[in-house]
Every structure is written in structure tokens, then in C-alpha cells.
């Protein structure tokens, strides 16, 4: 059989009266669809105002925690070590006195809330009696040096 | 389409279009665009995706497109091809993914299409014509788009290739091609 034996009639079939209500059911349709644009352009520029003003808050917040916690952990560091445990640290490293204070950051230690001052710090080799003074303050015995 | 209604039906597009483009009258316009071609767009759809609903949703979103982008059609080209051609798209849009959601190959899809012609109670035809709609659905989607425009729509290949962005000689090739694979189908079933 040859196509163009064939009639070419129509086999699909409709609703009633679906052409005559169509525009208006699409015109309702694009009324929807306009409405729901009008919503999310208002709605999506609060949100990137949000997200933007929550972006700038979180990263300001960090800076500033970031910024505090360097100078209390140095605080915190300092202040958590003993002098026992100093000195052990000292003999397991066989690191002497003068190797540990020149090993020291002093940028951290001046960072601190109670800086050390110039006066703890000898611009000149301590003689004797001061550095006796100083082991029996510290408690330090002759043997870990 | 003769001369003397071609030059009518671009009469008749320049005139909504004009109406259209005036906020005044762009509702008034639009109506009559919908009203002139809702017919040829559905049954464009509808032989491509065969089910009604899916056929009304698609012309929805076609018309839908059209009111959005008619601001930047362009007037030297023909409204009517630029209809079809969002049409076109939609329809093949659908079937890919019709496809991708239920992840079956595109003939299982045409088996599910196969099985709304004998089932739905908006198809009803002769034998012979179930026949010619089954052998349609066993065509690739391109090919079965282009038999659809010729052969039940009697357009012309220049509309079709401007509508599907293919060469005339590949769509005289392609609808030959398709013409006797529906024979032989008819002829063994």
C-alpha cells in the first residue's frame, strides 16, 4: 500500500469546546506567571541583601575573633606553662637558658596583656648575685643548668 | 499556501504584531495571535507527543514564550515559522526529557506513546490510520517531526527548513526516507 493511497484525515480529537477556552485559560496562566515574577525579584534581592550583609558580619566576626584569640593564646600559652614544666622542657631538649630566651618570639610575649618591661629585660650579662636571686625566685637548682 | 493567502495571513501577522507593540492594545493582540494559531500549534504538538495534556501544557508554555520574547522578534523574519520553531523545540525538549526522567532508551518512550494511541479515548481512527500513526512512532523524533510538517501539514520544505534549521535536500532525503519505512511497516503489519 502507497502512502498517498491513504487519507490523511485527522485521528486525535479534542475536549469539547477546548479552542474556545484556551485564551482565557492561558491568559489566567500568564497572569500567574507575571504575578509570580513580580514576588521572587522582590523577594531575591532581599535575600542577596541578606546574604551579603550576613557575609560581610561572619567575615568581620572572624577577623576580630581571628585577631583576639592570637593575642590570648600567647596570652594563654605564657600563662598555662609552669616553670616546671619549663625546665623539664629545657633538660629533655638539652636546649641551654640562653638558646631557649633567644629561641623565644618576643613579638608574642610584647603582644600580651601585661608586656614585659624593659627593666626584666638585662641590656647587660647579670652578674652573680643576680642570677642566684633569680634561681631561688624561680626555685631553679643548679642541677637542670 | 497560494500567493494571495500567504500575502493575507502576513498582512494579518503584521497587524497583531502592531498591536502587540502598543501597550494600549498588547492583551487585545496577543488574544488574536492565540485565537489565530492555536489550532496549527496544537496539532503540531499533538502529533508529536500524542497525549492531550501534554499537548496543552506545551502549547501553554509555547504561548507563554511567544508573550515573553515578542518584544525582540524581529519583523523582517515570519511570525508563523517563529511559532513552529519554539513549538518544534518544546516538543523534542519534552520527548529528551520524557527520556532522561524515566531513563529509557527514546524507543520505550514511543512504546508508552504506542500505548496511548490504542488506549486514549481522544485517538480514534480507521485501521489503516492506527497503522500509519504506529509506523510514525517507530521513526527517530526528527524524522517523524519532518513527515508530520509535509505530509499532514502540507508545508512547504523552504518553512520547514527555516523552522528546523535544515537543509532542503536533507529534508526531501529525510522524508523520502521516512515515507518508505512507513510503507513497509504498513505492509507487514
New interface residues.
Given amino acids: ?3 498517498e493511497d ?1 487519507n ?8 469539547d469546546n ?2 474556545e477556552n ?2 482565557d ?3 489566567k ?2 497572569e500567574e ?1 507575571e504575578q509570580q515574577k513580580k514576588v521572587p525579584v522582590i523577594r531575591l534581592r532581599t535575600i542577596i541583601n541578606i546574604a551579603a550583609a550576613a557575609v560581610i558580619l561572619i567575615f568581620a566576626i572572624y577577623g576580630f575573633t581571628k585577631l583576639n584569640d592570637n593575642t590570648t593564646s600567647a596570652d594563654q600559652l605564657l600563662s598555662e606553662i609552669s616553670t616546671e614544666d619549663l625546665v623539664d622542657f629545657l633538660v629533655e631538649s638539652e636546649m641551654s637558658t640562653d638558646e631557649f630566651l633567644e629561641s623565644l618570639d618576643m613579638s608574642i610575649i610584647a603582644s600580651t596583656e601585661d608586656p614585659i618591661s624593659d627593666e626584666f629585660i638585662p641590656s647587660e650579662p647579670l652578674d652573680q648575685e643576680t642570677i642566684d636571686e633569680l634561681l631561688d625566685e624561680y626555685e631553679i637548682e643548679m642541677q637542670y643548668l | 499556501m497560494s500567493k494571495y493567502l500567504f500575502t493575507r495571513t502576513l498582512q494579518k501577522e503584521r497587524e497583531i504584531l502592531k498591536k502587540i507593540k502598543d501597550p494600549a492594545s498588547r ?1 487585545l493582540g496577543f ?1 488574536q495571535l ?2 489565530a494559531y ?2 496549527r500549534l ?2 503540531h504538538i ?2 508529536m507527543v ?1 497525549d ?1 495534556d501534554d499537548t ?1 501544557d506545551l ?2 508554555e509555547v ?2 514564550k511567544v ?1 515573553k520574547n515578542i518584544e525582540k522578534f524581529r519583523e523582517d523574519s515570519n511570525l508563523y515559522t517563529w511559532m513552529y520553531k519554539i513549538a518544534t523545540n518544546e516538543c523534542l525538549n519534552f520527548l529528551k526529557r520524557k527520556k532522561d526522567k524515566f531513563k529509557v532508551p527514546m524507543e520505550d518512550v514511543n512504546k508508552e506513546l504506542y500505548g496511548q494511541l490504542d488506549n486514549s479515548p ?5 485501521a ?3 497503522k ?2 504506529k509506523a510514525l512512532l517507530r521513526l527517530p523524533d526528527k524524522q517523524r517531526l519532518v513527515f508530520n510538517m509535509k ?2 501539514e502540507d508545508m512547504k520544505y523552504d518553512d520547514i527548513s527555516k523552522i528546523t534549521e535544515t537543509s532542503v535536500g536533507s529534508l526531501k532525503a529525510s522524508y523520502h526516507i521516512a ?1 518508505k519505512k ?2 513497509e511497516y ?2 507487514l503489519h
Fill in positions: 500500500m502507497k502512502l491513504l490523511n484525515d485527522n485521528i486525535f480529537k479534542v475536549p477546548y479552542f484556551f485564551p485559560r492561558l491568559q496562566r500568564i506567571t | 492583551d488574544n492565540v485565537v492555536q489550532q496544537y496539532w499533538r502529533k500524542i492531550h496543552d502549547l501553554q504561548f507563554i508573550w481522544h485517538i480514534s481512527g480507521s489503516v490510520q492506527m500509519l500513526q505530509y499532514f515515507v512507513i510503507e504498513i505492509k
